[in-house]
């Protein structure tokens, strides 16, 4: 087998549905986009699925927000945006998704009107554990195993934005969180296809992202161990976003300015900027050396975008770490 057929092969191999997680400001939109690219430039329609307060991709391809063009719109059945050939998107909106369920999917409009919308309610659905959760899984299901036959809609992969870490990691947790409930009737059935996709490695994977930064670094060191104890199996990968190892050593060797006629003050300025890349570079040595062995498969870097030659706009960006991806997660030289 060629290294060309093998990295087809293992990027074939990945599953359905991938929940990209990470803190907040880690860069997981630029890397959903990018997996998003790779994927489609594989000749996949992909899905990029977003839970977030306003949709922020389509905008990077030049499209108005999904969010704006379908502005007092209400339905069950998700409507995605084209954003690129083979490429979409679409953003889950809790109450949206809630009234399409009860009106369009199940046709109880006068007891979605009198129970369901009230304030109490909600404010009682917002607090519940795992009944947001468990409507965007569902949505997920629908758009694995319904969507084609009720509306149409064919997509090889799903690349699920998450929310920030917290949030993001409690819909892995969902099975646990939901035996909590005692679920009956629908809302059980409901209950046992979300456990059952969650459990199948075939249809759900994570990736991790994070930056080398300390923060981001902690966070990301204490979310690997609970995605595997969630999901029963380790992440795929574990990304360093903006990685700046390729640019310059952990360890001081000798300063960058020795050789360069500066003022005492550039040479200070840039001191500082030298030193700050070491740091990252060192956060990002020693989050590979704790991931080592924890990740399926290991820990990959996206180059610092300031140093992605002709990247400067976000879209851009994902385009050219799109490249790196295809590279890294199908095993290339």
Not at 91 to 107: I, M
Not at 245 to 257: D, K, N
Request: charged share 25%.
């Amino acid at each position: 087998m060629t290294s060309t057929e093998a990295q087809k092969e293992a990027l074939a191999s990945l599953p359905q549905i991938l929940f990209v997680l990470g803190k907040g400001g880690v860069g997981r939109s630029t890397v959903a986009t990018a997996l998003g690219l790779m994927l489609a430039e594989r000749g996949e329609r992909v899905l990029i699925m977003e839970w977030t307060v306003e949709e922020s991709i389509a905008p990077w391809f030049g499209k108005a927000s999904m969010d704006s063009e379908r502005a007092g719109q209400w339905a069950w059945i998700p409507k995605p945006m084209e954003i690129s050939p083979g490429l979409a998107v679409f953003n889950y909106r809790l109450r949206e998704a809630l009234r399409g369920y009860f009106v369009d999917h199940l046709g109880l409009e006068t007891f979605y009107k009198r129970v369901i919308d009230g304030p109490h309610m909600q404010r009682l659905i917002e607090a519940a554990p795992g009944i947001a959760e468990l409507l965007f899984i569902g949505q997920l299901w629908w758009m694995t195993n319904l969507a084609e036959a009720e509306a149409g809609m064919k997509f090889d992969r799903i690349v699920v934005d998450a929310p920030a870490t917290g949030h993001g990691a409690s819909l892995l947790d969902l099975p646990a969180t939901l035996s909590t409930i005692g679920a009956t009737g629908l809302l059980a059935l409901e209950v046992q296809r979300v456990v059952g996709m969650i459990a199948d490695p075939k249809l759900t994977g994570a990736i991790v992202v994070s930056l080398a930064e300390e923060l981001a670094v902690e966070e990301t060191i204490e979310l690997v161990p609970r995605v595997t104890k969630d999901l029963g199996r380790a992440p795929l990968a574990a990304i360093v976003n903006r990685s700046v190892a390729g640019l310059i050593s952990a360890t001081r060797t000798g300063s960058l300015l020795e050789q360069l006629a500066l003022s005492s003050e550039a040479r200070a300025g840039l001191e500082l900027v030298e030193n700050d890349l070491r740091t990252r570079a060192r956060f990002e040595r020693e989050l590979r050396e704790h991931l080592t062995g924890r990740v399926d498969r290991g820990v990959f870097s996206l180059p610092e975008q300031l140093a992605v030659r002709g990247a400067c706009t976000p879209r851009q960006t994902a385009e050219a770490l799109s490249a790196v991806l295809a590279r890294e997660l199908g095993g290339g030289p």
